[in-house]
């Protein structure tokens, strides 16, 4: 082809600017958010202390390390997995089904992991366990299968169902009928369930991150870190798809396939997380909009990192506030997320101004 | 002839129902288009223009035949292949939210980079190349949405050539733009044809656009007969008269262009010359009248004639009354109301003109 490429003037040009410092700073703010997360609980540790705990040193009180190292490691490490997972996943789902206004919860998938873990709790769970402690590899492998089987399919079905409908509201619309429809049939297996599945069943809806052993994690870190690869291999399709179905297909896009991946990535992310933390809403539809308002971006090798680092550090700062520091009071995190999550992102959009067509807002 | 890059044999297109059964849109079409070539393609509303634009770019399979893109078979291209030779620009309008024009038209790289999408040096001179050669440079650091539609509406051409295909396929281009962006579109359609030595198939409802800009045309007819050539052989030859052919709408051969009026079935004499006797004589057309100078038996007469400087016309009914009026608003209000049968004798020019300004 001939292509007279003239030579053009550099400094004019804009940068396509991956903004790695502004990347940068949210990983420092998810790295003191979870430092933070380690300080503070119930017993105030110092952060020197923390520090000293977390090199292998001796700390001032022994009991110290086993709250570190027991508790509250743990729970950060699943509080910065479960953000990130929970922003990626929802920025996944809105540039899909290009609505704004998804987010893995909205089309059904939670209640779909809900239903998968209600089915393992209320019905096969021994009758005195509270969730979770359904302890051993076992347990919790079933119970995050169930919830991923849960949302995976509830996901494919709007996939499939996204095919014969041409509107996304349609779309969006029927992805709160099969919502419905699990929650539904959630109700009828708590209407014959015992007061104590129904309780831990409850205690579940509420979120934690705090029911995650060592254990634990060992199935939840690496399917979280899985989904999260994926996710990042798939950036250029997210791109291709801004434009659209027909334009991503015209570019040479295999639309099927990363259809399928971006739906397994997004189904992974956020029914393992509804495994082990509960339904834990809000991040998931508000991460994506505050990052594309504080970015003032839609390409996703941006959107995607900063999506993760933001959730982290969003549920990290959410787990902390339900914590109510110096009280052995715990909150429930859902409550927290969205009580000063949600003013928090209004603000930031209004203020900055996500403009017209900008992708919702 | 220059190099073919398009080329279709005896290819049946439209649509495989349920049982196996198929309504065929048009069959063994023969289509040619050729490096540096713009072609237009026309014809009236739900002919099949679509199916016909979208087959020959693989949203659609063809029902028979043969569809070669540069020698190779349409159908059998591996989508990535596909994607470095046939780039579209689609009708739809695209919500891309927080995107750079220079963003945007950087996605076209997509079939060129490398899984991760990165940029190299060459895509981005590619990218600043195709910008340039829509004269969108300037355009480069603002935000999709803020652009208007005939800006966005280059940036997307831009897109499409950052793909470097050989064919660039448009549908309808000009949509949404108005008169003077239109023209521009069709003068940069054809300016990067020619300089970049690609074919463009375009789909417009532009007639005239069309018959003064476009290398050939592709002239598709109800019920599936496809007209191919120069502008002028397809006038010449009536196929554009016949393909367009409707109540009320008539192509006129000499101006190269379709007159619209309602049938006419009253005639009225103009007396008057110039430029103001020309758009008299449209105004009363447009009203339902026949013009001429010198018919028999006219309904109406009208006389141009100069009010202390300012045109007015004169109405009359032969053998009636007659009044004169200052704006041909103000004439075809009368002719439409049917006031002019009663009209008051007395009445005074200049109060019409008041009205007319007074509704401005």
Redo the contacts between chains.
Sequence with gaps: MANAVPVSNESAWPRLGLRPLALLAMAGAALGAFLLSLVFGSVRIPPDQVLTILVGGEPLRATWVTIINDFRLPKALTATLAGAALGVSGLQMQTLFRNPLADPFVLGVSSGASLGVALVVLSVGAANTALLAVAGLLGNLSLVVAACLGAGAVLILVLVLAQRVQSSVTLLILGLMIGYLTSAVVSLLLSFSIAKRIQAYIAWSFGSFGGVTWSQMRVLAPVVLGGLLLAFILTKALNALLLGETYARSMGLDIRRSRIGIVTSSAVLAGTVTAFCGPIAFLGIAIPHLCRALLRSADHRVLLPACALLGATAALLADLVAQAPGTSVVLPLNAITALIGAPVVVWIILRRGAGRGAFGV | MSATILQTEALSIGYTGRQGASRVIAANLHLRLHAGEVVCLLGPNGVGKSTLLRTL?R?QPPLAGRVWLDGADLCTLP??????R???V?T?R???????A???V???R??H?D???R?SPRD???V??AL?AVDA?SL??R????LSDGERQRIMVARALA??P?LMVLDEPTAFLDLPRRVEMMRLLRRLAR???RALLLSTHDLDLALRSADALWLLAPGGVLHSGAPEDLVLGGAFEATFASDGIAFDRRHGSFQVHPPAQRRANLVGDGLIALWTARALERAGYTVGADHTAPALLVTISDDAGRPCWELGVPGGSSRKVGSLHALTALLRTGHMVVADPAADPKLDRMEERGSQ
């Design positions: 770019v949203m989508p990535r292949e596909l994607a470095r046939l780039s579209v689609l739809e695209i919500e891309v939210g927080q995107l750079s220079y963003a945007l950087a996605l076209g997509h079939p980079t899984w991760t999408g940029l981005e001179e590619v600043r190349w340039e440079v480069a650091h935000q999709v949405h803020e793909q470097e050989l300089e970049t030595n």
